[in-house]
């Protein structure tokens, strides 16, 4: 499968993504990274000239690329959203449903598995920043 899984239809984003403070003083980047800890709400004055914000997970265990991923999609932008890092196979789907659309992991991914991973719930819960519409809603109205 690679090391690159992308779920977009456009073609992927070539630029290299600078760091936060090298796009905030630039007018012609297009991508951007970020590192854990960094605020995704810095972005959002700039979001209709970025085409790839990528959000570094250094461990698996730090949520808080989510929470940037929520932000970014929350308040309208619509490019390119990578994963890179400590991204495992499980937390691909959970990661999709917050509005990440690609992934550059670390470590590489069994396509099998991963098959599953986002196949295993028919139905789903909460809102999103994904948009799938909640069984509740789909049951309530």
């Given at each position: 499968?690679?090391?690159f899984l992308r779920y977009r239809d456009d073609a992927a984003h070539e630029e290299p993504a600078?760091?936060?403070?090298?796009?905030?003083?630039?007018?012609?980047?297009?991508?951007?990274?970020?590192?854990?800890?960094?605020?995704?709400?810095?972005?959002?004055?700039?979001?209709?000239?970025?085409?790839?914000?990528?959000?570094?997970?250094?461990?698996?265990?730090?949520?808080?690329?989510?929470?940037?991923?929520?932000?970014?999609?929350?308040?309208?932008?619509t490019g390119e959203l990578r994963a890179q890092g400590d991204v495992l196979v499980d937390q691909?789907?959970?990661?999709?449903?917050?509005?990440?659309?690609?992934?550059?992991?670390?470590?590489?991914?069994?396509?099998?598995?991963?098959?599953?991973?986002?196949?295993?719930?028919?139905?789903?819960?909460?809102?999103?920043?994904?948009?799938?519409?909640?069984?509740?809603?789909?049951?309530?109205?």
């Amino acid at each position: 499968m690679g090391d690159f899984l992308r779920y977009r239809d456009d073609a992927a984003h070539e630029e290299p993504a600078v760091t936060l403070d090298a796009f905030l003083t630039q007018d012609d980047a297009s991508a951007v990274r970020l590192e854990a800890g960094e605020d995704a709400r810095a972005l959002i004055p700039h979001l209709s000239r970025l085409e790839m914000v990528e959000v570094a997970f250094p461990g698996y265990r730090d949520g808080r690329g989510y929470t940037a991923a929520r932000v970014l999609r929350e308040n309208g932008y619509t490019g390119e959203l990578r994963a890179q890092g400590d991204v495992l196979v499980d937390q691909i789907p959970f990661m999709r449903r917050c509005g990440f659309d690609s992934f550059a992991p670390e470590a590489p991914v069994d396509e099998a598995v991963l098959a599953r991973a986002l196949d295993r719930y028919d139905y789903l819960y909460q809102s999103a920043a994904d948009g799938v519409v909640p069984v509740w809603k789909l049951r309530h109205g």
